[in-house]
């Protein structure tokens, strides 16, 4: 994972420059370089997000055959629509 995150910061710094001549000194070329470096982020993000996820599953998949983990989550659900759903059926009681 740091390598990725260094890959990405590296990517960043690297544009640095071509930005400073596009906005302050109008230099189109750079322009140019900026968007194919945009691009390039855009696709790193992206192996990244999906990097992360894989992980994500991966170990959501280990945790739902220990039973721990999917079961502290399956409470936190049902208290979270428990109130709205509390809350939707008050204003229909008072009408009655």
Do not use: C, H
């Amino acid at each position: 994972m740091a390598n990725n995150f260094g890959s990405l910061r590296d990517l960043v710094m690297s544009l640095e420059g071509d930005f400073e001549k596009f906005y302050d000194k109008s230099n189109s070329a750079a322009g140019t370089r900026v968007r194919k470096g945009m691009q390039e982020l855009k696709n790193m993000a992206q192996a990244i997000r999906s990097e992360v996820q894989n992980t994500k599953n991966s170990a959501a998949g280990a945790g739902a055959a220990g039973g721990a983990k999917a079961g502290a989550a399956k409470p936190a659900a049902a208290k979270k629509a428990a109130p709205a759903a509390a809350k939707k059926a008050a204003p229909a009681a008072k009408k009655k």
